[in-house]
């Protein structure tokens, strides 16, 4: 395992958890707001109402059908019966349960945003074939061209082109989990990025005799 792929999933975690212990539940409900406003302006209402309905069913099926999420409350915060029967202790959580409670609440939801975003990729992967395709058919007409008139197939634009794809998919995971609100534009970008890279790798894949 390379280390910047260690080093990347280090600091997703770090900030995965740094979310859920300073960021507030009513923090990302809000910007899940922002953004599916953002959506409904520059994609319409019908395509923001689908990417919620998605988002809403998926997080349904997962967390609330299989109990998940009324279960990771249950292990957290007691019930009432439970504090009254913890006789003498019955007030010594009243300060850190409510704040656990409301970082449950900022991770279910950071969740929620997450799966939002998933379904706003879904909106856009159609159009990924209408980008890679010509791209990659472009790369692999000029890696033709090279292996006629001897032309150099360069092993370093072969790499950063590796590695603008590497980049990029991860600075989409690290953007995908922050909880602020996103333009809807920064997928097409992404793609658009990616296939730039993708001609670049196939037209400088390395000849073979």
Known sequence: MSKP??????ALS??????VILIPGNWTHKAVTSELALI???LGEETAKWVQDRASGWYTSAFIKTGIQEETYRLFIPTDEQKHRSVGLENMGDWWFPLVEDRLNGLFATIYHLLVRVSLF???SPYMALIFVPAIFDGLMMRSVKKTNFQYASPVIHRYGVRGVAFVVFSMVFAFTLPIALDPRIIPIALIVVAVCLGMIVSNMQKRI
Not at 14 to 19: D, Y
């Open 5 to 10: 792929f260690v080093w990347a999933m280090l």
């Open 14 to 19: 770090l900030q995965i958890l740094a979310i």
């Open 40 to 42: 409904n302006s520059g």
């Open 122 to 124: 879904v909106v856009w």
